[in-house]
T-cell receptor
């Protein structure tokens, strides 16, 4: 298994540009989520999904859109990039059962918005 | 609001020593805690978890202690090795009405292991 994969690893955008961060998992996990990590801080939840076709907002959803058309993929879209969105973005997946609850994180995408 | 936080931002230890990383939480309703290790340039990696009905749980070279009376969590690493150098996060779970369990992370403690 490849686990959780993210592309690209690095990205530089200009203010106002849009882009999509890709995330895929091959573990047949029901839950997937996106976090951002700012310097010196823990991760904060942006959006999450409990299954194909079902998404919901986390703590910091503004400026981001998600969709979940398949179990495997959970892309994160930046609609109009702003410097405040400069961060490292992590995608994670997990089983739905609390007894199996372990979130598996991808390697991250480092985004800089100029 | 509810939060999970850490006492010390950086902990420096000698190789072979035992390390103790502390964490305080404020949500008395929290019933599941997780420790993550994050190496430079990588995503967080699950280390160990503990439920609120337990006081202690042991893994390979790691032990997590939970004191619900003072809402305190600690991660003990035995015989610390240079490969243990990383940022360690504690996190607890906040159940959402969708069934999803949201992870609430603390700010992290950087562990530096010198030879």
């Amino acid at each position: 298994n490849a686990g959780v994969t993210q592309t690209p690893k690095f990205q530089v955008l200009k203010t106002g540009q849009s882009m999509t961060l890709q995330c895929a998992q091959d573990m047949n996990h029901e839950y997937m989520s996106w976090y951002r990590q700012d310097p010196g801080m823990g991760l904060r939840l942006i959006h999450y999904s409990v299954g194909a076709g079902i998404t919901d907002q986390g703590e910091v959803p503004n400026g981001y859109n998600v969709s979940r058309s398949t179990t495997e993929d959970f892309p994160l879209r930046l609609l109009s990039a702003a410097p405040s969105q400069t961060s490292v973005y992590f995608c994670a997946s997990s089983y739905a059962s609390l007894d199996q609850y372990t979130q598996y994180f991808g390697p991250g995408t480092r985004l800089t918005v100029l | 609001g509810e939060s999970v936080g850490l006492h010390l931002p950086t902990l420096s230890v000698q190789e072979g020593d035992n390390s103790i990383i502390n964490c305080a939480y404020s949500n008395s309703a929290s019933d599941y805690f997780i420790w993550y290790k994050q190496e430079s340039g990588k995503g967080p990696q699950f280390i160990i978890d503990i439920r609120s009905n337990m006081d202690k749980r042991q893994g390979q070279r790691v032990t997590v202690l939970l004191n619900k009376t003072v809402k305190h969590l600690s991660l003990q690493i035995a015989a610390t090795q240079p490969g243990d150098s990383a940022v360690y996060f504690c996190a607890d779970l906040e159940p959402q009405n969708t069934g999803f369990q949201k992870l609430v992370f603390g700010t992290g403690t950087r562990l530096l292991v010198s030879p």
